[in-house]
């Protein structure tokens, strides 16, 4: 069901039920009304009748053919009048009497001084009324055809109001929907419009502070999200085409080399070696990609565990020096007394992801740094807000430093900056450090200047 028809039919529904609920307070309040006033109508009439015969002195026969030539008017009451002893001393119709008055009757409203009741259709009133010094019991009852039939009358007028009513607010209820979507049908045609190729359209702001304009706003920053995926998309698409092309155009060349002719035991060793060379820099790149990839899943999907931070240190370390001879990691740990032990050097992390960011750490400082050398530190800070201990972790090297300019880039994927001439690389690294390392909800710092960089990792310790 479409939202303009779900709209109409709740705009319809409740305004209806707010119309029933009206009318029928309108109709029950002037039910009580009616009835209210008509008791109070025979009370009236019936002291009046009892003011006329005691007080007044009106014969009671008088009375009585009064009231035989209005009994074909419902409305007019049939009075009784007793004693305090039961004794009948005026009746209007004795030989029809609705009431049939007995002596329980009597003694209640004797007892009570007032009593209303309904006799089938007719109202009845009980009354105890004094008149100088005798004191009388009175019953008066009578049908209210009057105000039954404006209660009719009423009834029928709302019902007949009621169809048309909701016609028109059935009616209303699509014009009213109808404008209140027409703003999101704009939307929706101009956003169909809106493809892979001209992802650089936006949808037109409003000047309105509602829901709508909130609407334009939080779909144009997604669109400037989707924008900036694909163009790093493309980009890293280039890259990781010109990365792989060139290696593989050097493995070419070098096997086409070694195939044209017959070449001496060197040159076939010359050429295997630089064949070698570039095929682990393509697996170095798939690798890279692959642990790029792993990183990318959501934190559920990766298996945490705790470990201890400088043992990964010490194994990242170690690799690093087995990949090339002339790296050296210098690990140094500065530790307050009340922080010595293994617990504050606990962290929730994954193993692999972790070691493998700490590697690409130190092996960047170590191709850097004018000895081949990372200078690794592992202290204990307190954080400012919480007041908890964090573990901070310190990569430095004596390397030219890194431009400001490259450092705003220098986490992309296959970004290499005006400093690649200096070592060889793929440019993976980085970005696949800081994505790990924001998976292990970390912050991670870079500083540098031309005497060399130093980046800080901090981590929650676990208590």
Known sequence: MKIKTRLTLWFTSITALILVLFAVSVLYSSAKIREREFF??????????????????LDPEVLQQIYKGSRKNLTEPEIAIYDLNHK???HDAPDIDVVKEDSLMLGEIQQ??????YQGRWQVIGYLHRIENQEYLITAAAYDSYGHSTLNT???SMLLISVPSLILIFVSGIFLSRKALDPIREITDKA????ATNLDLRLPQTNNRDELSSLIKTFNRMLQRLEDSFEAQK???YHLAHEIRTPLSAIIAEAEYLITKDRTSD???TGSQAILKDALTIS???????DLARASYHVSQIQFKEVRVDEILLDAGQQVMDSNKCFRVEISYEIPSEHDGEQPLTISANEYLLRTAFSNLMDNACKFSSDNTCKVTISMIEDVIDQQPKIKITFADQGPGISPDDQEKLFQPFFRGKNKDLADGIGIGLSLTRRIIELHRAQLTLHSDPNGTVVHVVFSSQR
Request: charged content about 15%; proline content about 0%.
């Open 40 to 57: 109070n109508y025979l009370t009236t009439e019936a002291i009046t009748r009892c003011n006329l015969i005691f007080s007044a002195g």
């Open 88 to 90: 009948l001393h005026y």
């Open 112 to 117: 009570k001084g007032y009593l209303r009741f």
């Open 154 to 156: 009423l009834w029928k």
């Open 192 to 195: 169909q419009k809106i493809t």
């Open 235 to 237: 980009s890293f698409v």
């Open 267 to 269: 040159a076939y060793k």
């Open 284 to 290: 170095k790149i798939t690798s890279g990609l692959l």
